[in-house]
């Protein structure tokens, strides 16, 4: 059995990938996004105490040891191996002196002895022991079969008509040796006859191929229509964790290769099954019409088997190869432009275009060396296709000659039927290398899928409305089970209508504990009480509808001003105005040509940083929420704004949390929490914290 390669998705976990594929290897079925789920991701990755952990978590044994390169082959494998002194692969084999080797990020690989010295850094772990396997092999089948199952009366459809599509193929061989061999019974019945023969078989197979077109367009349709919007839906449903540590970039390229699933789906699968069905039918008539020409076919069919195996054996290795360097290339292209006034500022154009280049080329490599390897095998396997007639002419010939019962007609209605025959034998070999590819691309959307959406961390007691008090009780959160505490046993109060302040250092926890109290990620231990109930068991739809959050990362979306403070409510312009005005932020819409209707590009690219913060905050109270939360909300603005900003947030009539690194606006709040290294320091007035708080004197004479 071998082991199935699992890719890390984020660049902190190639640790928990080796661990992932060597329990699916010797234990039980394992997915990559299980163990992500359970043990998170620490920042910078796993190390081997950890890996051992979670390997004992599953009744697992294993062993660390550190070793040279030569000893390496007197270590069970495989075996999780320590790489370049900062990443894990896992060691499959050494056969020869060639190391068999998955890289989590990059795919399976073999590499010589010179190679592997210089990247092994000599510390492996290894498994202790047999354990019973309990794989489940037909993970990518069921997918695939739940697809085509969910849509059945369609895909029977396309299946009927694609019979009678074949059907009518099969009577040409027949009708071609009938004519051959009994031309004067054609010439007695008339040329009309034959014509109308013809006209009859055309007509059938235009027609039934034209319905099954029909029907393949509808089927795509469909199942475009059903994959699109369960991932999609899916995805927006996912923790917000889920997307800390992934490349967006790959993610797209992941959400895109959807299509090109669909298309294997329906084009490949569907034409597989029928495929094997005609290709029975094909051979009970060659046999019906001669054995020994039947024979020599299978032979033939043989050679041209091995051919398109070995081509699939090396393209199955390059094709991963490939999608990895594809994917890559896209994400760097997707940063460039993310970063493209970064480049510019430093006038590091060259040396960007360097990097990419160096991509790109990597990406045509693989493709090059795939082409270059299809060309010898196809090559080989398309030439003897090419002789085929010939040699059955050549030799149905020679036996008609010698005596055998073999007409002119069967010869030729033979060598007919034999081409049919061995043309969806290569399209069901040459079928895996696609149905492999997307194999690779139908793990990657699994990743997505497998993923649990945070509502089921969650419960659901809908929320009619709040007063706004907040209560946390011995918090404490990590972001990953091996990750150190950024809190620990935190515990304080915030009464509804207050105006709270949290300031510290840069990396204090500032910005992670606003994401804990409005629900984005979760605490490790402790409670947090939203007017006295724990935020865990309410419906978190209907919690966040009544809260309001903007953080530092927060976007703009192309489109109209309108559509990004709706984002799709149903919100009259009239309702907008009342929030403008009431805010006094109505100058800001005025003073767009356009007003409501000013084209907003993607991001907001065409705005400045405090015009954005300023939609953003517009966006956030047209729900009017209980509890707002806030994360450096005015950082990009100018002073005079910046004021504005801050005498509309003392105004609001609810509980409002504001993170700020500017001590000289958190003064006028109610509360200032003060955290150094994941504890709170002081949590009081300013005239109180300016007395008796040593972080906060510090923090504020430092302003």
């Given amino acids: 059995m071998k082991i199935k390669f699992q890719q890390q998705s984020e660049h902190s976990e190639c640790g928990l990938a080796c661990v992932a ?8 079925n394992m997915r990559l996004t299980y163990l992500r789920q359970r043990y998170g991701v620490p920042n910078g990755g796993y190390n081997f105490a950890q890996m051992t952990s979670i390997f004992n978590d599953y009744n ?7 070793l040279s390169y030569d000893k390496i082959s007197s270590v069970p494998m495989p075996c999780i191996a320590f790489w370049k002194k900062k990443h894990f692969v896992i060691i499959e084999r050494v056969i020869r002196n060639k190391y068999h080797i998955i890289d989590p990020a990059i795919g399976k690989l073999c590499l010589d002895e010179e190679d592997f010295k210089h990247f092994f850094s000599q510390a492996i772990i290894y498994i202790d022991g047999t354990y019973p396997k309990k ?12 697809k085509l199952i969910k849509h059945n009366k369609i895909v029977f459809s396309v299946l009927s008509v694609s019979f009678i599509v074949q059907l009518s193929v099969l009577l040409i061989p027949y009708f071609i040796r009938s004519i051959i061999d009994n031309t004067p019974v054609w010439k007695e019945q008339g040329f009309s006859v034959l014509v109308l023969t013809l006209i009859m078989i055309s007509l059938l197979y235009f027609g039934t191929n034209h319905i099954k077109i029909k029907l393949i367009a509808k ?4 199942i475009d229509r059903d994959s699109i919007t369960t ?4 995805l927006l449903e996912l923790p917000y964790s889920y997307f800390t540590n992934r490349n967006k970039g790959e993610l797209v390229y992941t959400l895109n290769s959807n299509t090109y699933v669909r298309q294997v789906l329906i084009e490949q699968v569907i034409e597989l099954i029928i495929n094997f069905i005609f290709a029975v039918l094909y051979l009970v008539a060659m046999f019906f019409i001669n054995a020994t020409l039947t024979y020599i076919t299978l032979i033939l069919v043989m050679f041209i088997s091995v051919s398109i195996v070995i081509n699939s054996v090396y393209n199955k290795k390059l094709t991963q190869n490939e999608i990895m360097s594809l994917s890559n290339s896209q994400n760097y292209v997707n940063e460039i432009i993310n970063n493209i006034s970064t480049i510019k500022s430093t006038a590091s154009q060259r040396n960007i275009f360097k990097k990419w280049s160096k991509n790109f080329e990597e990406q045509l490599f693989y493709e090059v060396k795939r082409a270059n390897y299809s060309s010898i095998f196809m090559n080989f396997s398309q030439s003897l296709q090419m002789l085929y007639t010939l040699i059955i002419y050549v030799v149905g010939i020679q036996l008609s000659q010698s005596g055998m019962e073999l007409t002119l007609g069967s010869i030729v209605g033979f060598s007919s039927i034999g081409v049919s025959f061995i043309s969806p034998l290569i399209s069901i070999l040459s079928s895996y290398n696609q149905i492999f590819s997307i194999s690779i691309y139908v793990n990657r959307l699994l990743d997505i ?3 649990p ?4 961390e969650f419960g659901n007691y809908q929320i009619e409305s709040l007063s706004g008090k907040i209560e946390v009780r011995n918090l404490s959160f990590r972001y990953s089970k091996f990750s150190s505490d950024i809190f620990k046993n935190v515990t304080f109060s915030i009464h509804e209508r207050e105006k709270i302040a949290i300031i510290g250092e840069s990396g204090s926890g500032k910005s992670t504990l606003l994401k804990l109290l409005s629900g984005f990620y979760k605490p490790s231990n402790g409670l947090i009480l939203v007017d006295q109930q724990s935020m865990d068991k309410f419906d978190l739809e209907s919690f966040r509808k009544k809260i309001g959050v903007i953080l530092q990362e927060d976007r703009l979306f192309s489109g109209t001003l309108r559509d990004n403070i709706t984002l799709g409510r149903e919100i009259s312009d009239e309702e907008i105005w009342n929030i403008l005005l009431e805010s006094q932020l109505d100058a800001l819409v005025s003073n767009f040509p356009l007003g409501l209707d000013t084209i907003i590009s993607e991001n907001g690219n065409n705005l400045s940083g405090g015009q954005r913060q300023k939609i953003s905050l517009i966006r956030t109270l047209i729900s009017k929420p209980s509890i707002i939360f806030l994360d450096e909300p005015t950082s990009s603005m100018d002073v005079l704004s910046e004021k504005q900003m801050m005498d509309l947030i003392f105004k609001l009539d609810c509980t409002v949390v504001v993170v700020s690194h500017r001590i000289s606006l958190v003064e006028k709040f109610d509360k200032i929490l003060v955290i150094k290294d994941g504890k709170i320091e002081g949590f009081d007035s300013h005239d109180k914290l300016i007395k008796d708080c040593p972080t906060y004197i510090s923090l504020y004479y430092k302003k």
């Fill in 21 to 28: 594929m060597l329990i699916d290897y010797f234990s039980e």
């Fill in 60 to 66: 697992i044994k294993t062993r660390c040891v550190h």
């Fill in 135 to 146: 794989r489940d092999n037909f993970r990518i089948f069921k997918y695939f079969l739940k």
């Fill in 219 to 222: 089927l795509q349709t469909t």
């Fill in 231 to 234: 991932v999609i839906s899916h």
């Fill in 449 to 451: 899928l497998d993923t």
């Fill in 453 to 456: 959406v945070e509502a089921m």
